[in-house]
């Protein structure tokens, strides 16, 4: 590889990135998901009978047809398989927006559920969206009584047993399955035509997958006992719960930015308010709609709506990233990104996580601009290295505060098992993805190996060891015991065996594990084993299958491939032949702004559920491993000393 090439191509993804800054110094970049998101803004609007804005209307019909896969259904990523509640969802939109049944898009969807035995097969809140547009009735759905919220902790089931995100989406859904509302729906649109049969005549969803025959029985009989006790549930007590509901959600409204600065709770409080008859003009319910438009990506020709927004962690890896290409543009690029993660940092509000670690003190990032109740430990951790490393490397001070608080939080959410978890600690309780609600098994979050290990990159870079820190020690112990057979480790956050060896070897690298250390050795083999004839890296969501069979085969991509890169010199390889090989994949792929092209999804919202597409990812990690890899090329050591 002649220095020149890979100078020049360094300079150029430089300065590509720059041109993304923000005028106050941050990045945000899309965040994309699959067509459920985009398809259930369209059905919300027509469940509230808002005014029908037919160019808006129009760009997310483009869309929706776009992304529509070869089978005739739609995918959860770039050309991936067919699924069956995104494929109701955005036929039922497309529908809503005037596309004609007998339309050829329209009639291979069709075709494509009925061969699949129909919209029967949709799961849990894909069944409450066709419960209040009338389409099935209130038994296809679980029982799920708002008294719920008043259960004392110590009982088996309680808000803060379950994940952040499943917590924010469950209450204000309770509040809707107790009150039953009916989409106003002005068109009258229905979808009949997806199910084989009567879709009134359906009763419950069949036992996932993942859960257990015992625990389904025992939690099947429950809620047919609480479909009949529910009516008879005295109304003082609904009333005491519907409030307590209310009072959660009102600490938690978030302003523009929205309770748990997601769509999916946004959207069901917006229908909550609706349904206790507060009008588009009540303040919450007002305030939640606007930041819902807020998440509208809108072009010339299409549109769709983000899940969420993520500025913080886009300007902090884009941080690292001009970190370490260096410069007299990059650096200063790179601090006011950081200048403005400051005041992002939550010092003062003991989010839901604080039940579970009263004494420890606020001191998280969250992933969105405002999130207070719900900081997290990744963003946390990444912001708090790139911070460590302006401060050591360019002598910039004003960062140490910062940098002692979110290491202190982080230190105190430590789970049990030595691992950490995204937002929450010890959030162990399994066997709650067998409740009937839980057909995603996404309801729980527990410790997973790359948030650790980012957790430990960041005590690592700022000195502490196995020797030195309890922390540090039951971390990598967690860590050595979730190495899978063959080398790799899962990644929870992104895509997914090469992401999740990426974030420990770089942890392991830092906390001082030797590189001949049989667990780096096997880990590293298996990454050059990986490696595409074409020089890249790449992984399909297919590996978050439940039989494990382990990382499946995908075409390369420009982020997966910085992940590997990154992760083998971190092991100490960055004179191994698949480096270089990597390293001219890259160099190859960019295009003539300086980054990269990345249609496939790269990043985890929940495996087997819900993927994401970064589109800062294919900008700032190829960047990212270039510049690394010229770095250590000129160095004797070869030994990569911080913690990403």
């Known amino acids: 590889m002649e220095s020149k090439v890979l100078e020049s191509s360094i300079a150029s993804a430089t300065q590509g990135v720059i041109g993304f800054q923000q005028p106050d110094g941050h990045w945000v970049f899309e965040l994309e998901a699959d067509c459920t998101i985009p398809a259930e803004y369209i059905l919300l609007r027509h469940y509230l009978a808002e005014p029908v804005d037919t160019v808006l ?106 994940s952040y995100w499943a917590r924010t989406t469950m209450v204000p859904l309770m509040v809707l399955a107790a009150l039953k509302p009916r989409a106003k729906n002005p068109k009258g649109v229905g979808i009949d035509e997806l199910f084989l049969q009567d879709p009134r005549s359906i009763g419950m969803t069949a036992k996932a997958p993942h859960q257990s025959m015992a625990w389904f029985v025992l939690f099947r009989a429950l809620d047919g006992i609480l479909r009949v006790v529910e009516p008879m549930f005295p109304k003082s007590l609904r009333k005491r719960a519907i409030d307590a509901a209310l009072a959660f959600t009102e600490e938690r409204l978030n302003g523009e930015d929205g309770m748990g600065a997601i769509y999916p709770p946004m959207a069901n409080i917006v229908m909550m308010y609706d349904a206790l008859g507060k009008d588009e003009n009540y303040p919450p319910r007002a305030i939640t ?54 005041p992002k940092q939550e010092l003062e509000v003991k989010g839901d996580w604080a039940v579970k670690r009263p004494d420890v003190r606020p001191g998280g990032w969250a992933f969105q601009y405002n999130n207070a109740h719900y900081p997290d430990l990744d963003d946390t951790a990444v912001v708090v290295m790139s911070m460590d490393r302006m401060r050591r490397e360019h002598g910039v001070a004003g960062y140490d505060a910062a940098i002692d608080r979110g290491r202190e939080w982080i230190e105190g959410m430590q789970s049990d098992d030595g691992g950490w978890a995204a937002f929450d600690v010890n959030n162990l309780e399994y066997y709650l993805n067998n409740i009937p609600f839980s057909d995603h098994g996404a309801l729980l979050d527990p410790p997973t190996e790359d948030v650790t290990a980012r957790c430990i990159s960041m005590l690592a870079q700022l000195g502490e060891t196995e020797k030195t820190s309890k922390h540090v020690a039951a971390g990598v112990a967690y860590l050595r015991k979730t190495q899978h057979p063959e080398g790799s480790w899962y990644g929870r956050w992104g895509m997914n065996f090469i992401y999740g060896t990426w974030s420990v070897l770089c942890a392991l690298n830092m906390a ?109 990690f190829p960047l990212w491993a270039l510049a690394r890899y010229r770095n250590l090329r000129n160095t004797n050591s070869r030994v990569v000393g911080v913690g990403m």
């Not at 494509?112 to 099935?136: D, E, K, Q």
Request: net charge neutral; charged share 20%; proline share 5%.
């Open 57 to 162: 209307e129009a760009k997310i019909g483009n869309y929706l047809r776009r992304v529509q896969g070869a089978h005739g259904g739609w995918p959860l990523v770039h050309d991936g398989e067919f699924d069956m509640s995104a494929s109701v969802k955005a036929y039922f939109a497309l529908k809503m927006i005037g596309d004609s049944v007998d339309a050829p898009h329209m009639v291979r969807a069709r075709e494509a559920m009925h061969a699949r035995g129909g919209a029967i097969n949709s799961n849990v809140f894909t069944r409450f969206m066709l419960a209040m547009f009338g389409v099935t009735t209130w038994r296809a759905v679980p029982v799920l009584p708002i008294e719920i919220v008043l259960l004392p902790f110590w009982s088996p089931f309680h808000l803060n047993k379950i």
């Open 512 to 620: 001082g594990i030797r590189h001949d250390d049989p667990m780096m050795r096997k880990a590293a083999a298996w990454l050059a084993s990986i490696q595409n004839e074409d020089g890249g890296w790449g992984e399909d969501a297919v590996s978050y299958r439940l039989d494990y069979k382990g990382w499946e085969a995908a075409p390369s991509t420009a982020s997966q491939t910085a992940w590997a890169l990154l992760a083998l010199m971190a092991a100490g390889e960055v004179d191994h032949p698949a480096v270089a090989r990597g390293v001219e994949y890259l160099i190859a792929t960019q295009n003539k702004k300086g980054l990269w092209d990345e249609q496939r999804y790269t990043a985890t919202g929940f495996p087997r559920v819900f993927y994401l597409r970064y589109h800062g990812y294919p900008k700032f």
């Open 289 to 342: 709609r606007r930041g819902i438009d807020k998440l509208l990506v809108i072009g010339d020709d299409e549109a769709y709506c983000q899940p969420c927004v993520s500025p913080v962690w886009d300007t902090t890896l884009t941080a690292h990233a001009l970190l370490e290409a260096g410069g007299d543009k990059a650096v200063p690029a790179a601090r006011q990104g950081l200048d403005w993660l400051i």
